[in-house]
């Protein structure tokens, strides 16, 4: 069966991730994290896509991103992934693929799940064990929303601004909000969405983007209906028009 083309849609913001190949590590010294990250913001600039957020994790990271065009996210990804491995082949004296296979992505719905997962991108280290709380690790966007840094690659989303009427209003309600953490069903369906493609959102969003495309954007019920309700938060959804 061939591959689903991945969906982007301008002005909603989109969950990615690309991960090392067979889980292998894409960085090795603190100047491959640094050198990612400015490429990043190089190419997010000429791709007119805003990064929200963003882990980089020993072997694959994260972001939260909204383009200003469908074009932006795949032209931002192939322009990183290339340079980045070129610059990685000839650090580490290597040659061949650096990448598992494409990055991966999913639409969310902001109103819902932006901060949330935001969240689950800051809690990637705490999760893997690599710290002990997220204010320790370096190579995120968490230090910029809690006061302690300036980060350039990152342009906070509008529901960012809304929780609170000053910085430091806002950096103490993100803190508290990553400090208590995300619901085991709101990470699994994190995880879920972004690894197969699922826009991740509540029935009307989903309905929303139903009524733009002609192609079905909820998983089929197979065999005869069980009278249970399928979980609402994610649906496949392929071959989008652009939402004015």
Same mark, same amino acid.
């Given at each position: 069966?061939?591959?689903?083309?991945?969906?982007?849609?301008?002005?909603?913001?989109?969950?990615?991730?690309?991960?090392?190949?067979?889980?292998?590590?894409?960085?090795?010294?603190?100047?491959?994290?640094?050198?990612?990250?400015?490429?990043?913001?190089?190419?997010?600039?000429?791709?007119?896509?805003?990064?929200?957020?963003?882990?980089?994790?020993?072997?694959?990271?994260?972001?939260?991103?909204?383009?200003?065009?469908?074009?932006?996210?795949?032209?931002?990804?192939?322009?990183?992934?290339?340079?980045?491995?070129?610059?990685?082949?000839?650090?580490?004296?290597?040659?061949?693929?650096?990448?598992?296979?494409?990055?991966?992505?999913?639409?969310?719905?902001?109103?819902?799940?932006?901060?949330?997962?935001?969240?689950?991108?800051?809690?990637?280290?705490?999760?893997?064990?690599?710290?002990?709380?997220?204010?320790?690790?370096?190579?995120?966007? =968490?230090?910029?929303?809690?006061? +302690? %840094?300036?980060? #350039?690659?990152? &342009?906070?989303?509008?529901?960012?601004?809304?929780? *609170?009427?000053?910085?430091?209003?806002?950096?103490?309600?993100?803190?508290?909000?990553?400090?208590?953490?995300?619901?085991?069903?709101?990470?699994?369906?994190?995880?879920?969405?972004?690894?197969?493609?699922?826009?991740?959102?509540?029935?009307? =969003?989903?309905?929303?983007?139903? +009524? %733009?495309?002609? #192609?079905?954007? &909820?998983?089929?019920?197979?065999?005869?209906?069980? *009278?249970?309700?399928?979980?609402?938060?994610?649906?496949?959804?392929?071959?989008?028009?652009?939402?004015?």
């Amino acid at each position: 069966m061939a591959r689903l083309p991945r969906l982007t849609v301008p002005g909603y913001p989109h969950h990615i991730i690309q991960r090392g190949n067979n889980r292998q590590s894409i960085f090795t010294t603190g100047a491959d994290y640094e050198t990612l990250l400015a490429m990043l913001d190089e190419h997010a600039r000429k791709s007119s896509v805003a990064i929200h957020a963003y882990v980089l994790m020993s072997n694959h990271f994260h972001l939260l991103a909204t383009p200003e065009t469908a074009a932006g996210i795949p032209q931002m990804m192939q322009s990183v992934g290339r340079r980045y491995v070129r610059y990685f082949n000839q650090r580490q004296e290597r040659t061949g693929t650096l990448w598992e296979g494409r990055y991966r992505s999913t639409l969310i719905q902001a109103e819902r799940y932006l901060l949330a997962c935001m969240a689950y991108i800051d809690l990637n280290p705490v999760r893997a064990g690599m710290t002990e709380t997220v204010g320790e690790y370096p190579w995120s966007s =968490y230090s910029h929303y809690v006061g +302690r %840094r300036n980060d #350039r690659l990152i &342009s906070p989303h509008p529901i960012y601004w809304e929780l *609170g009427n000053t910085p430091f209003a806002r950096e103490a309600a993100y803190a508290g909000l990553v400090q208590s953490g995300i619901s085991p069903a709101e990470q699994a369906a994190m995880t879920d969405s972004v690894l197969r493609g699922w826009a991740l959102g509540e029935p009307d =969003y989903v309905a929303d983007l139903q +009524r %733009r495309t002609s #192609r079905r954007v &909820s998983m089929a019920q197979v065999g005869r209906p069980t *009278g249970k309700r399928p979980l609402p938060e994610f649906h496949r959804i392929t071959n989008l028009s652009p939402i004015k």
